[in-house]
């Protein structure tokens, strides 16, 4: 699963304060240290604030430079009206935050990610999902090698990325049928091995799933020979 934050300052602010309005709710799982949280809770408070008063500014600054245009170099028959009305911070704006709140915010998502607990379903509601578009993953072609050989069981290789798992596919001599299936990048056939002394091939494929179904190409095929004790 992977987890995002957004690249505009506007929609920054509005994803900072959907994941502190979410958070309390997976708090006792996801277990982020409080005073982050809280520290959180206040720049988002912040960066709110900041964002709207330097759009007022902007707005004034460029009409206030018209009007000092109007003033230098009007035509003549132009009518100066009032002056622009200078921004007013309110007479209570929120404490001031620490510095560097998106930094922050990186560091708590991290966090989240670490528990363990943090699901697809939760990472949606705190606004920090990324959605892998399904066209990309559909050209998705796993690359499969065998790593290493467990008291005689092949252990398979792949890399998962942003697929949920694979499903392995085995053949022994008559065609390839379904194995497993595996959310790890490793997987061991744990399948009985020959008799003893008896040497055989077996052949494997795997194809990637997202969803709970197959999704992309097949991988490469790989023979693997396990010899009975």
């Known amino acids: 699963m992977k987890t995002y934050i957004e690249n505009t300052e506007e929609k920054l602010v509005k994803q900072i304060a959907q994941f502190c309005d979410k958070y309390t709710i997976y708090a006792s799982l996801l277990k982020v240290d409080p005073t982050k949280i ?12 900041i964002l709207e008063i330097q759009g007022k500014v902007q707005t004034l600054a460029v009409t206030f430079t018209a009007y000092k245009d109007l003033v230098f170099y009007g035509t003549g028959t132009d009518v100066l009206g009032v002056l622009p009305v200078l921004p007013v911070y309110p007479t209570s704006p929120p404490p001031v ?5 998106e930094s922050l915010f990186r560091e708590i998502i ?24 399904v066209v990309v993953l559909e050209k998705g072609t796993p690359v499969l090698s065998l790593k290493s050989m467990n008291a005689g069981q092949p252990k398979l290789h792949t890399i998962i990325g942003d697929y949920e798992g694979f499903e392995v596919w085995k053949d022994t001599g008559d065609g390839f049928v379904f194995l497993n299936v595996s959310n790890s990048p490793n997987y061991t056939d744990t399948s009985a091995l020959p008799t003893g002394g008896i040497e055989l091939v077996w052949k494997y494929k795997i194809i990637y799933r997202y969803k709970n179904a197959q999704i992309g190409n097949w991988s490469n095929v790989i023979s693997v020979a396990v010899k009975g004790n």
């Open 38 to 49: 809280d520290n959180l809770k206040a720049g988002s408070l912040f960066m709110a604030f």
């Open 110 to 133: 991290q966090q989240c990610v670490k528990s363990g607990k943090l699901t697809e379903d939760m990472a949606k509601a705190l606004g920090i999902f990324e959605e892998v578009p």
């Open 97 to 101: 935050c620490l510095a560097a709140v």
